[in-house]
Structure formats: C-alpha cells, structure tokens
C-alpha cells in the first residue's frame, strides 16, 4: 500500500498570488495526478505529472496556470499560479502501482483545501 | 475514452431503509470500477472495487455493488441506511493501472431520521 501526504492541508490565499502543494508518497508509484474538485462538485482531472519531464495537461487546464514538477518516482508539486476566488477548490494528488495488475490499487491524498479571497 | 454516469444527483433515504445508487460507464475496452464516498468535509475514501472475479463486490460499512458488463452498470447498495452513512457518493472508471480515474458526477445520499 501507500500513503499520500500533501501539504499544505488548508490555506486561505490572496488573490493574484500563486501557491505550491507538495505531494509526497511513502513507496515508489508508477503514476501521479493531480486533480481538482471545485465547491459541490466532482473530481476533474488537471494533468499527469511525469517523472523528469513535463505534465501532461487534460483539455482546460495549461501549463502557465498549473505548473507541475516531478522530480522523482515519489514527489510531485502542482503550482496554482496567479490565483482568482474561481481557483477556490480541493486539489487532490493521487498515484498508482501502475502495472494493470489485478491488484493495483490507486491512491489518494487528503487534499489541499484553497480558499482564494 | 472512457465516462462515468450517475443517474441520480441526489438520494434522500429513510434511516433503516435500504438504498441503491445507481452508476453506468461507457469504455471500449476491460475497464476497472470504483466507488468513494466523501463525508462532508473530509477526503475521499474508498468504499470497495471491482477489478475481475466475482460481479458481486463486498465493501466497507456495509455496502456491496454488483458489476453488470451486459447493462455496463455497477450500482452500489446498502440494505439498510444509518444517519451517518449522508455523504457525497462517486462513481469512477479506470481501464488500466496506469491511466487516472474519471469520476461521475457524484449522488448526495441523505438519510433522514
């Protein structure tokens, strides 16, 4: 198994600031994400953050807004640039064994709670 | 590319009686399935999945789901509801363990007293 901590937990942000959540997973993982969930609504995929080069973003979301590094298998940031009060969401990290192996299991972190005043 | 459907945004229930949220996906190929639950505040938890094997899924507190290829459903059930069971219940598809999981859009389940 695996534990994902993310830090920070919560955070109450100015606007027009940027802001990094470290991602960290006690194990080796093949993949990480990371995600968002906006007040009242469901998980939306942001990107795969990949080990030594650069995220691969979903439809909506660009790499000057969302900045992701992932230097190595277990640690992984995702920067939430220049924020506005519509960036006010649950960023969630999540990795997996990878594999496709019956017993895969995918993980997630608490969460980062942003509040952007 | 794979989706997931929740049919239901929301499910009031009556403490003790029982409860089905319903789920459909969509995928081209062998696909994964997942249930979380959400309680107010909190992260994700997972309540149980289906990889392969038996089509009926055991999960925690109680709550089993059943995996149905013909009708690409994998609806979740509790037979009897508790007051601590209202959450934000999600749905979500895999069909690798390397790509992420796409979540539905989510059933609030409320039990009333």
């Known amino acids: 198994s695996a534990v994902i901590s993310q830090k920070p937990s919560r955070d109450i942000c100015q606007r027009g600031t940027s802001l990094t959540i470290q991602c960290q997973v006690d194990?080796?993982?093949?993949?990480m994400f990371w995600y968002r969930q906006q007040p009242g609504q469901s998980l939306t995929l942001i990107a795969t953050a990949n080990q030594g080069s650069e995220a691969t973003y979903e439809s909506g979301f660009v790499i000057d807004k969302f900045p992701i590094s992932r230097p190595n298998l277990t640690f992984s940031t995702l920067t939430v640039s220049n924020m506005s009060p519509e960036d006010s969401s649950i960023y969630l990290c999540?990795?997996?064994?990878?594999?496709?192996?019956?017993?895969?299991?995918?993980?997630f972190g608490e969460g980062s709670w942003l509040t952007v005043v | 590319a794979q989706s997931v459907t929740q049919l239901d945004s929301q499910v009031p229930v009556f403490e003790e009686a029982p409860v089905e949220l319903r789920c459909n996906y969509s995928s081209s190929v062998s696909v994964y399935l997942f249930w979380y639950v959400q309680y107010p505040n909190q992260g994700l938890q997972l309540l149980l999945k289906?990889?392969?094997?038996?089509?009926l899924v055991k999960g925690i507190n109680g709550f089993e789901a059943e995996f149905n290829k013909s009708q690409t459903s994998f609806h979740l059930r509790k037979p009897s509801v508790h007051i601590s069971d209202t959450a934000e219940y999600f749905c979500a598809v895999s069909t690798s363990g390397n790509t992420p999981l796409v979540f539905g859009k989510g059933t609030r389940l409320s039990v009333i007293a």
């Open positions: 289906y990889l392969s094997g038996s089509t």
């Open positions: 194990s080796q993982v093949t993949m």
């Open positions: 999540s990795a997996t064994t990878g594999g496709g192996s019956p017993g895969n299991t995918i993980y």
